[in-house]
């Protein structure tokens, strides 16, 4: 079977690398906004590599984990200081990787000003990072919701998860290595949040996406 030219994924916060993979695999990534709120999902979690191992920072939610709210009306809540708070695990994660000081300045003002709604803040930083990584693709959004998309489109929502037994097999893509902050320590911690490879590999960061992309890569004929 032919791998489907396009993709379905959900917006997720600060996405892992593999996330970012299938905007070179797939000729076009659509991105749900008709969905509702899942709880325990990337959704508004991301992993980093700290200086004790796997790191995840959470972004909090106005009412709780708003289960089953309209993803476009899911808020971000304001009640600690989180922003700073992550934007200091972003430094102190980062701040001695090689690239951290090029890409800061494009980042910061995401954890400066304040957003309502948490799919907004996610767009945002998607747009960021895909520029970047150096990725022209630019990603298309739904505008209705479909269970069952038709078949020419992969659906891949929920299927990149932090929780092992809930993601989904993916057999185009194995993780490739490159140089991380602490990983004499921690050793190599796969999939992080896509920050991990930008300040750790800077302009090399497409390469070593399309190293993780396993065979048959798409088809361009």
């Not at 505008?143 to 659906?155: A, G, I, K, N």
């Amino acid at each position: 079977m032919n791998l489907p030219q396009d993709i379905l994924l959900e917006l997720q916060y600060l996405p892992p690398v593999q996330y970012f993979t299938k905007f070179l695999l797939h000729d076009t990534v659509w991105i749900e906004q008709q969905e509702h709120y899942q709880k325990g999902t990337y959704r508004n979690r991301a992993y980093l590599a700290g200086p004790n191992g796997r790191q995840r920072l959470s972004v909090p939610l106005v009412s709780g984990k708003n289960e089953q709210q309209p993803i476009r009306e899911v808020e971000i809540a304001y009640r600690e200081r989180w922003q700073h708070q992550h934007w200091q695990s972003i430094q102190t994660a980062y701040g001695n990787a090689p690239f951290f000081e090029f890409y800061a300045e494009s980042l910061a003002p995401f954890y400066q000003r304040p957003y309502r709604f948490l799919f907004d803040f996610n767009r945002g930083l998607l747009l960021t990072t895909l520029k970047l990584c150096g990725l022209e693709s630019q990603p298309a959004w739904t505008q209705q919701y479909r269970e069952d998309p038709v078949s020419s489109v992969l659906d891949f929502r929920n299927a990149i998860h932090p929780k092992r037994r809930r993601a989904k097999r993916d057999p185009y893509f194995e993780a490739a290595r490159y140089r991380q902050v602490f990983e004499e320590k921690t050793g190599f911690l796969t999939n992080l949040s896509i920050l991990d490879l930008l300040f750790c590999s800077g302009p090399q960061s497409i390469m070593i996406l399309d190293a993780s992309i396993r065979k048959p890569k798409k088809n361009n004929s």
